[in-house]
């Protein structure tokens, strides 16, 4: 099993390009589905989740090839199955999402269910009510979830939360339907967006994403497109606050800044210089961190995916900070990771109170999930000492060659 060893104490100084967002190529392959001609989608990541999706899309007919090492070429005309197997939802809960597009396309879906994961529960409740609304059938099956639609049909579908995949989920089959899809209370993160911008660029009719209204127009059939996939926003921050806690000076390239808005303004409120140049940011910081609290919230909040690698940067603020995860229901596996390398963490209920501490020291560490995992790199390049990560497959599913980017900024990182 790899290991990451990260040696800390040394200031990151230097450039980072930031890869294509896991959030946004995940549905946008996934979309892929709907189009009976190619599709090419540009700036795609190197990532495990991606080679997941992949797989499924290869179960269900699709071709799908690397043109180049950031392009992928797909073409789904041939799609001929209608099930995400066990092996791959297992792996990555995003596979649920072939369902709207199945639904879409073939009117049936077979969906292996999703189990919860080391952040919660994670319910689909709020996908499949969406599919019902619209006409679908629903039943379980042997651990499968059975949808069938003979007509998918436009509806208007309020969600009781603002959920990314059941806003992404409901829009992709809803490009295909008959009639006017409406969903209201919908998701507005810039992944919705950018799936959005694809499905019409295939030739649909989606209004309104970005908002909380969203209107969906469905057409007859989708044809194939060329898709630049958006900068990762999350890749983006956790990069911030790697340059922030070692106190370095970072330039990130490929960022939208619009999008990481509040990470910027609570790194700011933290004692942070953030400049923006061109279509990058810089991040330089040369006095000690001050605590701040961070709430976690739908977008445009401070996002969850942001939570565990703040935490780690307020390990080592002046003061006292309170962050609050109001997303997932348990996020806070890191906490206790980050105590054993001498951090003051409490957990009350859906709030972490941490105590800023002098020094973190080097520990052996595992990583519970990806965003955990990334925390603890942060962490490991201001601890005394060796901090050696083990689960690292979790950061493989979405951070593109982080050893690597550190590596090229000065950090004494390892995989082994
Ligand atoms: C591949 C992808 O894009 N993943 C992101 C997506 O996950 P994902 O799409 O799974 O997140 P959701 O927005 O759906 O989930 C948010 C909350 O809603 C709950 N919920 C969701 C659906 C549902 O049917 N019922 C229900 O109760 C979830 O359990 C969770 O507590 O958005 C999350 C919230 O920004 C991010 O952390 C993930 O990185
Ligand atoms: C929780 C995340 O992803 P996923 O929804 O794919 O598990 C994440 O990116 O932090």
């Known amino acids: 099993m790899d290991r990451i060893i990260v040696k800390g104490g040394k200031p990151l100084q230097g450039k980072i390009?930031?890869?294509?967002?896991?959030?946004?190529v995940l549905p946008v392959i996934v979309a892929s589905l709907l189009a009976e001609g190619n599709c090419?989608?540009?700036?795609?990541?190197?990532l495990a989740d991606v080679d997941t999706i992949c797989g499924v899309l290869g179960e269900l007919g699709a071709?799908?090839?690397?043109?180049?090492?950031n392009t992928l070429d797909l073409n789904c005309r041939d799609i001929n199955k209608c099930e995400a197997p066990y092996e791959y939802v297992r792996k990555m809960r995003a596979s649920v999402l072939v369902m709207g597009p199945l639904l879409g396309r073939l009117g049936r879906a077979r969906i292996s269910m999703p189990g919860g994961c080391a952040i919660g529960t994670r319910p689909i409740d709020l996908h499949l009510k969406g599919f019902e609304a619209m006409g679908v059938r629903i039943s379980m099956d042997h651990g499968y979830i059975k949808a069938e639609a003979p007509k998918l049909t436009g509806a208007r579908i309020y969600l009781d939360y603002p959920s990314v995949g059941a806003t992404e989920n409901i829009m992709m089959a809803a490009a295909?339907?008959?009639?006017?899809t409406v969903i209201e209370n919908a998701a507005e993160e810039p992944e919705i967006v950018d799936l959005a911008n694809f499905i019409n660029a295939m030739g649909g009719k989606v209004k309104g994403a970005g908002t909380n209204v969203i209107k969906i127009e469905g057409v007859k059939s989708l044809g194939g497109t060329v898709h630049n996939v958006i900068p990762d926003r999350i890749e983006a921050g956790s990069y911030l606050v790697a340059g922030a806690a070692t106190g370095g000076n970072l330039l990130l390239e490929n960022v939208i800044a619009d999008h990481i808005k509040p990470v910027i303004a609570k790194l700011i409120e933290a004692g942070v210089e953030i400049y923006e140049e061109g279509s990058g940011i810089r991040v330089i910081a040369k006095n000690p961190i001050e605590a701040v609290d961070v709430k976690t919230l739908p977008y445009p909040g401070f996002p969850t995916d942001m939570q565990a690698q703040f935490m780690a940067l307020m390990t080592i603020a002046q003061g006292t900070s309170i962050i609050t995860e109001t997303v997932f229901e348990n996020r806070f596996m890191h906490a206790e990771e980050l105590r054993r390398m001498g951090a003051d963490i409490k957990i009350e209920g859906r709030s972490a109170v941490v105590e800023g501490v002098r020094q973190l020291n080097g520990a052996p560490v595992k990583a519970s999930d990806l965003r955990a995992g990334a925390a603890l790199i942060i962490a490991g390049l201001v601890a005394e000492g060796d901090t050696e990560i083990t689960n690292v497959h979790h950061i493989d599913r979405g951070y593109d060659n982080i050893v690597g980017k550190l590596k090229a900024v000065g950090a004494r990182i390892?995989?082994?």
Request: glycine letters at 6%; a neutral charge.
């Open 17 to 24: 390009t930031v890869s294509g967002a896991k959030n946004a």
């Open 176 to 180: 295909l339907a008959q009639g006017t």
């Open 414 to 416: 390892t995989r082994e």
């Open 40 to 46: 090419r989608i540009q700036d795609v990541p190197h």
């Open 63 to 69: 071709s799908v090839n690397r043109a180049d090492d």
